[in-house]
């Protein structure tokens, strides 16, 4: 079911966002009003109802009343029933207008500039990607300052974001919508999402640009999926992460086979691998931890990214005398 306004909206937005909303009742009206009080004009906004059940929306539709000049440019749509944030990134994408397109969670916010500095760094440079910083925030308390792009150029930074130094997060990049080709290859599961996405986009572009400074807040959510405490629910989230971990290292062969990436690809893997050890290390953890990118194995002690520690860990848990 798609709500629009009477009102017809541009057929060239500026900017789309999309936003995810899903039972973050307590977090929304912040999150809209961040967004509806952008300076940036010509913003469209595709606010995705995953089939909340609290007042989720309401929220939404509350703050939008103080903006009745962003009312013709917002599009409400709930999804037919409760698909998880991949498919509702997946028909954003789709069904933007935008000339860049970026995303919003809706226990997020934004600083009121965030779109136009983005934008206008994007234009004045041509730029098909334009990407800030982001912090983790519990209420107005920043507590990490996550850097958005510490490369040069595409290679450097694909390298960055597999060795887990840049962020692979939708949310801080404003990318042109041609980057989103029709080809694009969509995750099948929430956690680790972004990263299948993002990839691709880089892989798309022809040039990024930079903007310092963290203007995108993520709320620290402890009811999130991503802190989710139960053994039986991290071995869930590994196995979601490993799936589109292992889109992208598809992706990445089929594209750019590209020997520069080995050390970052492998370090990639070994992020993966190294979850299990939160899942309760019975017989079938210590199995998955056997046949869960073996062919790193030999690389570990090697490798200049993986601590000491980690390494010796590494030795421990093959002898099953880690973790206790």
Same mark, same amino acid.
């Given at each position: 079911?798609?709500?629009?306004?009477?009102?017809?909206?541009?057929?060239?937005?500026?900017? @789309? =966002?999309?936003?995810?909303?899903?039972?973050?009742? !307590?977090? %929304?009206?912040? *999150?809209?009003?961040? &967004?509806?009080?952008? #300076?940036?004009?010509?913003?469209?906004?595709?606010?995705?109802?995953?089939?909340?059940?609290?007042?989720?929306?309401?929220?939404?539709?509350?703050?939008?009343?103080?903006?009745?000049?962003?009312?013709?440019?917002?599009?409400?749509?709930?999804?037919?029933?409760?698909?998880?944030?991949?498919?509702?990134?997946?028909?954003?994408?789709?069904?933007?207008?935008?000339?860049?397109?970026?995303?919003?969670?809706?226990?997020?916010?934004?600083?009121?500039?965030?779109?136009?500095?983005?934008?206008?760094?994007?234009?004045?440079?041509?730029?098909?990607?334009?990407?800030?910083?982001?912090?983790?925030?519990?209420?107005?308390?920043?507590? @990490? =300052?996550?850097?958005?792009?510490?490369?040069?150029? !595409?290679? %450097?930074?694909? *390298?960055?974001?597999? &060795?887990?130094?840049? #962020?692979?997060?939708?949310?801080?990049?404003?990318?042109?919508?041609?980057?989103?080709?029709?080809?694009?290859?969509?995750?099948?599961?929430?956690?680790?999402?972004?990263?299948?996405?993002?990839?691709?986009?880089?892989l798309n572009s022809k040039g990024f640009i930079y903007v310092p400074g963290p203007r995108?807040?993520?709320?620290?959510?402890?009811?999130?999926?991503?802190?989710?405490?139960?053994?039986?629910?991290?071995?869930?989230?590994?196995?979601?992460?490993?799936?589109?971990?292992?889109?992208?290292?598809?992706?990445?062969?089929?594209r750019e086979p590209d020997a520069r990436y080995a050390g970052a690809l492998r370090y990639?893997?070994?992020?993966?691998?190294?979850?299990?050890?939160?899942?309760?290390?019975?017989?079938?953890?210590?199995?998955?931890?056997?046949?869960?990118?073996?062919?790193?194995?030999?690389?570990?002690?090697?490798?200049?990214?993986?601590?000491?520690?980690?390494?010796?860990?590494?030795?421990?848990?093959?002898?099953?005398?880690?973790?206790?």
């Amino acid at each position: 079911m798609t709500d629009s306004s009477s009102n017809p909206v541009p057929p060239r937005p500026k900017v @789309t =966002v999309i936003v995810p909303v899903y039972k973050t009742e !307590k977090y %929304a009206a912040r *999150c809209a009003r961040s &967004l509806f009080a952008q #300076s940036l004009d010509e913003i469209e906004y595709l606010i995705i109802d995953d089939g909340s059940p609290d007042d989720s929306i309401a929220r939404i539709r509350e703050v939008l009343k103080d903006y009745p000049e962003r009312e013709p440019w917002v599009r409400f749509h709930r999804m037919e029933r409760n698909s998880g944030q991949a498919a509702v990134r997946a028909w954003g994408i789709r069904h933007a207008s935008g000339e860049y397109i970026i995303h919003c969670d809706s226990d997020d916010w934004v600083d009121t500039d965030l779109y136009a500095r983005l934008y206008e760094a994007a234009v004045r440079n041509d730029a098909d990607i334009a990407i800030c910083d982001y912090a983790d925030a519990d209420g107005p308390a920043v507590l @990490t =300052v996550h850097p958005g792009c510490s490369a040069k150029d !595409k290679a %450097a930074f694909i *390298c960055t974001m597999l &060795l887990q130094q840049d #962020s692979w997060s939708l949310c801080n990049k404003l990318v042109r919508r041609s980057c989103y080709r029709k080809d694009l290859v969509f995750p099948a599961h929430d956690l680790g999402e972004d990263m299948v996405l993002t990839l691709q986009v880089v892989l798309n572009s022809k040039g990024f640009i930079y903007v310092p400074g963290p203007r995108y807040y993520y709320a620290v959510n402890p009811e999130s999926i991503t802190h989710a405490a139960t053994e039986e629910s991290r071995r869930k989230c590994f196995f979601q992460n490993k799936e589109n971990a292992d889109l992208i290292f598809g992706i990445l062969q089929e594209r750019e086979p590209d020997a520069r990436y080995a050390g970052a690809l492998r370090y990639a893997k070994w992020c993966i691998k190294r979850q299990l050890w939160l899942t309760g290390f019975d017989d079938e953890a210590f199995r998955l931890w056997r046949t869960t990118y073996p062919e790193i194995d030999r690389h570990i002690l090697f490798s200049p990214y993986i601590t000491a520690r980690e390494k010796v860990k590494f030795i421990l848990t093959g002898l099953r005398l880690y973790p206790r």
